[in-house]
């Protein structure tokens, strides 16, 4: 019943993409980004519903208590007082009483719908680790393969929309409350840590997707984690890595961080309405020691645990409503196998670069060899000082490796092979050059490739015999084996694969391919990661486009950026915007009218 539910509604058609200037994105995400910031304007903009109690304390206010409301705790005298135990405990219920913790009253001024998108994205994070529990029920695979595990993927993937959606909209109503006065900067660095470790939280499940678009997503974004010396630690293209990183690592500190946020949210509480800065140094010092102060002003009742089941509630029908109606994209990867069946002359052409040392692999460069090819430099290579860590010879690895092991059984290919490595280099470059002439008129009778002769000596019947042995799925099967124990690790299939023109065409065909360079588009109409529209600017600006090392001028900025983003508490000007900008004004406007200053 879930499978005939899910995708009523079919996304998988081709995308369409607007271009202004030099920038482009797809509708799908476009669609995405203009829903965050229609419901970001609806959040400040339509009142908040007061109950009956409220309406009757604003026309006749009652006496104002602290935004805590709680009777204070002690720290329990005893004689076990010294003990590290003891302490900590005394310390924790000064610092975080229980109705700091879970409060039932909040400020009056905690009445406006942006508030909500915090609890929001707790709601929709948890939907995320639930369905992410139940695809690791099912398996790695389970979701390619079974219509119930494609639509817990679907729960998974509208789960990450909204997550991140309600993230980013909680990120800009705290912006324009300068929410880090008053002694909460680390509530805001730790709110914007849990964005950028939930971007690569993210990231990581896309690489673990282990369908097309994740294939395009490894091999691309490859270059730039090469650039900065890590990918020989962090293998973009390694499927068990990846998954390891997503369902494991990151998730713990990403919980972590998250739990620390909210545990300074409730030591801290939120943020007091922000008041006229005044001219005098010693009033604007008493004004921002009041604003660390706990609220002396009216309050309003704060149901959380009614507020977090409404959110998850809501949350709840939202991932299950999009998940029914528009599923999840799933193309099916590209095998080595499916190519040489596809496209057989591309598959040939790109052996016999391989067989030669003129394919893209073969002169990368770190990680994977001493070429320069693809070496970028900003002052310092991280490439050259990280070397190489996952060595590959293309002809050895991709071609004659795989060969040699069938060989016995062929003695025309146990010839050729012989032939080929006792000739010198200058003989198996001639060889590899006028093959590589003649394979451009190659034709096919059932199958098996006819072409021209030419004094290419064993070249064409080593390249014939990788056809086959590939279209029989060997080759993949190959270099999966050429590695211990479970064989997750895809970097060689897919660096071969990359290294063919079919691939790329594929990829262009589904819309990947182009100015964003893959990174946030998705196949057909789903939207991709607009979240990552930083990182993938640089790769559009004219001038950076063009440079051999774009891939660390983008690591270089994003992370300037980010590092910018969390210290905008700290940067005189920057900090100052939602002051000379006055939008919290208009989620202030209800704050009530019966405050007395704090």
């Known amino acids: 019943m879930l499978a005939q539910l ?48 409220e309406r009757l304390e ?108 309600f993230m980013v909209i909680h990120l800009w109503g705290k912006f324009w409350m300068a929410a880090w006065r008053g002694k909460r900067k680390l509530t805001w660095i730790t709110g914007v840590v849990a964005f950028l470790a939930s971007i690569v939280e993210c990231f990581t499940g896309y690489l673990s997707q282990q369908n097309f678009d994740s294939q395009w997503i490894a091999t691309n974004g490859k270059d730039a984690i090469n650039a900065t010396g890590l990918g020989s630690f962090f293998n973009l293209m390694n499927f068990g890595q990846m998954l390891m990183w997503h369902i494991v690592l990151i998730p713990i500190v990403l919980v972590a961080i998250v739990g620390g946020h909210i545990l300074l949210v409730r030591v801290h509480g939120v943020a007091h309405p922000i008041q006229k800065r005044p001219k005098n140094k010693a009033a604007r010092k008493v004004m921002e020691n009041a604003e660390s102060m706990a609220w002396l002003g009216s309050t309003r009742k704060y149901d ?37 069946r596809v496209a057989p002359a591309d598959f040939m052409g790109t052996a016999d670069s391989e067989l030669s040392g003129t394919s893209e692999t073969a002169n990368y460069g770190p990680p994977y060899n001493h070429g320069t090819a693809n070496l970028q430099k900003i002052g310092v290579s991280w490439q050259m000082l990280a070397g190489v860590h996952q060595s590959i010879n293309t002809a050895e690895t991709f071609v004659l490796s795989p060969l040699s ?44 490739p006819k072409i021209a002769k030419a004094q290419d ?51 262009k065909q589904n819309h990947l391919y182009g100015t964003q360079w893959g990174v946030m588009n998705e196949t057909g109409s789903y939207p991709g990661q607009p979240w990552l529209w930083l990182y993938t600017l640089w790769y559009q600006l004219p001038g950076f486009s063009t440079s051999k090392n774009v891939d660390l001028i983008a690591i270089y900025l994003t992370a300037i950026a980010s590092i910018l983003l969390i210290a905008i508490p700290f940067i005189p000007g920057i900090r100052d915007i939602p002051r000379l900008i006055p939008i919290h004004k208009l989620i202030w406007r209800n704050n009530g009218h019966n405050q007395t200053k704090p």
């Open 58 to 165: 604003a026309s006749n206010p009652p006496y104002n208590e602290p935004e805590t409301n709680i009777v204070p705790i002690h720290p329990i005298k005893s004689l076990d007082n010294k003990m590290l135990t003891a302490r900590f405990r005394n310390w924790a219920l000064r610092i975080l009483p229980p109705g700091k913790l879970l409060p039932d009253r909040q400020p009056a001024y905690v009445a406006s719908w942006i508030y909500v998108f915090g609890v929001a994205t707790l709601a929709a994070l948890g939907m995320v680790i639930i369905s992410g529990m139940a695809l690791a029920i099912g398996g790695a695979d389970w979701w390619h393969v079974n219509p119930i595990g494609h639509f817990f993927n679907s729960i998974h993937l509208w789960g990450v929309e909204l997550f991140m959606a």
């Open 304 to 340: 959380i645990i009614k507020e977090g089941a409404i959110a998850t509630v809501v949350v709840f029908l939202l991932v299950i409503g999009l998940a029914s109606l528009l599923s999840s994209p799933d193309k099916p990867p590209v095998t080595i196998e499916s190519w040489a």
């Open 405 to 448: 092991k069938i060989a016995p059984t062929d003695p025309k290919l146990a010839k050729a092979l012989a032939s080929y490595q006792s000739a010198s280099v200058t003989q198996r470059q001639a060889w590899n050059k006028a093959y590589m002439h003649v394979l451009k008129n190659v034709y096919f009778i059932s199958g098996v």
């Open 457 to 507: 000596g064993p070249v064409p019947t080593i390249i014939a015999t990788e056809l086959t042995l590939a279209k029989s799925g060997a080759i993949d099967t190959d270099l999966l084996d050429q590695q211990p124990f479970y064989g997750t690790n895809y970097t060689k299939p897919l660096l071969f694969i990359e290294d063919g023109n079919y691939f790329s065409s594929k990829a």
């Open 6 to 53: 899910s995708a009523v509604i079919n996304l998988n058609h081709p995308d369409h993409f607007l271009n202004w200037s030099f920038f482009t994105i797809s509708v799908a995400n476009l669609v995405i980004i203009a829903v965050m910031v229609i419901i970001f304007g609806l959040a400040i903009l339509l009142p908040f519903p007061k109950n009956k109690q």
